[in-house]
């Protein structure tokens, strides 16, 4: 293939959009589109935007030849799955598979659709989202709400199959509703979404640790409950790779616990981690529920990354997630043991050629370094 950053004038014309988009977005698009709405309308304006504009073919073939920069540095093959880069949109953006069209063209290496649950769900009451831009954050208490993995399943194969060179990963979780019952009700409820997903996309990924719903994490609070859960999951054949989306605010010891029975199941991957819950030191309206996204995640997932890759080695792939804005910050999660990073905030707050920024960036550091391969640099400061 013809690699962007391998021809003179097409990096020129690649640089230039980007530059022209990060300056459209920050000074006209965010500030009279997007946050003069309350999030929630913002959410769903992007949403429609997303289903009108990927029935515009030139436009998503306008926007993959201006926005999507291409270099081999990126390149890596994780759990056996080939990504043109590291870079994925994170499970929690797109619950119902509306955007991977143009993720896909805006060069996305994979995106996770989801969480989708066995039944459809209103989720919690509204809103759902709250703007922390002191902190580069959005409080969010979404709950699952999503129209059921039946549906969703359906449309992430269907995008799986005409994406040109995007992976698209589905995220598994236990649905929140009054029909809740007890644990083996629970562990039933993602067996019927695993079975679902078994062989139609390029990963799927099991999220035992929303923070957002009444039933709580049952299988993050006790390392026996997670292995009834996975050894139930061990028994549905399916050919794509395995990851597990963990909780952040858990202590060494008690993470640990719960690797060690995942290491004896069907896991070949962790997405690390979940939303912020510990709000020391942040000055936020006591009535918001939910969890913190981006900046307050950075750090901690950075640490918890190289914990997890000091300990137990290629035994898990690592799927950083949380507080990527920059190069530099993708750049500490990969060198601290994350073959792959996962993000949303930077999106909402930065715009859609965000991407590309992380990828231009990512590849001058990988060079500057002497890599020649991004894989080469996985762990490296762990």
């Avoid at 021809?7 to 997007?34: E, M, R, S």
């Avoid at 990126?74 to 955007?99: H, I, Q, R, W």
């Avoid at 695993?194 to 035992?208: L, P």
């Avoid at 995640?297 to 137990?312: D, F, G, K």
Wanted: proline residues 5%; negative net charge; hydrophobic residues 40%.
């Amino acid at each position: 293939m013809a690699y962007v950053s391998e021809n003179f004038w097409h990096d020129a014309v690649n640089k230039a959009t980007t530059d022209l988009f990060t300056f459209g977005y920050k000074n006209i698009i965010k500030p009279n589109f997007v946050f003069n709405h309350t999030p929630d309308v913002a959410h769903d304006q992007m949403i429609e935007f997303c289903n009108v504009t990927k029935r515009i073919p030139p436009l998503m073939w306008l926007l993959r030849e201006m926005l999507d920069y291409t270099d081999p540095v990126l390149e890596t093959t994780v759990m056996g799955v080939d990504f043109a880069n590291p870079f994925g949109l994170s499970a929690g953006l797109d619950k119902n598979c509306d955007m991977p069209v143009l993720m896909d063209n805006v060069g996305f290496g994979f995106e996770t659709v989801g969480s989708t649950t066995s039944r459809a769900s209103a989720g919690n009451p509204k809103p759902w989202f709250h703007r922390l831009p002191e902190y580069d954050s959005m409080m969010v208490h979404v709950g699952l709400a999503n129209d059921g993995s039946d549906k969703v399943i359906d449309r992430a194969e269907q995008a799986w199959t005409n994406a040109k060179t995007m992976q698209v990963s589905v995220s598994i979780a236990r649905t929140n509703d009054d029909k809740c019952g007890d644990l083996d009700e629970g562990i039933e409820d993602y067996c019927i979404s695993m079975r679902r997903a078994a062989g139609r996309s390029a990963m799927v990924e099991v999220n035992v640790s929303c923070p957002n719903t009444h039933a709580g994490e049952p299988f993050t609070a006790d390392p026996d409950a997670l292995d009834r859960l996975f050894t139930e999951l061990d028994k549905i054949e399916r050919p794509q790779p395995t990851l597990v989306k963990m909780p952040l605010n858990k202590t060494w010891p008690e993470f640990k616990d719960l690797l060690d029975v995942l290491a004896e199941h069907n896991v070949q991957g962790l997405s690390i981690a979940n939303l912020q819950k510990d709000r020391t030191g942040l000055e936020i309206p006591q009535q918001w529920e939910g969890g913190l996204s981006g900046g307050p995640c950075t750090v901690a997932s950075e640490e918890r990354i190289a914990q997890v890759y000091r300990e137990y080695g290629e035994r898990f792939a690592i799927a950083g997630i949380g507080g990527v804005f920059t190069p530099q910050q993708a750049y500490r999660k990969i060198r601290n043991g994350a073959s792959l990073v996962m993000f949303i905030s930077a999106l909402m707050y930065r715009g859609p050629q965000q991407i590309t920024v992380l990828k231009r960036g990512l590849a001058a550091l990988l060079k500057r370094d002497g890599f020649e391969h991004i894989s080469d640099a996985v762990g490296i400061d762990a």
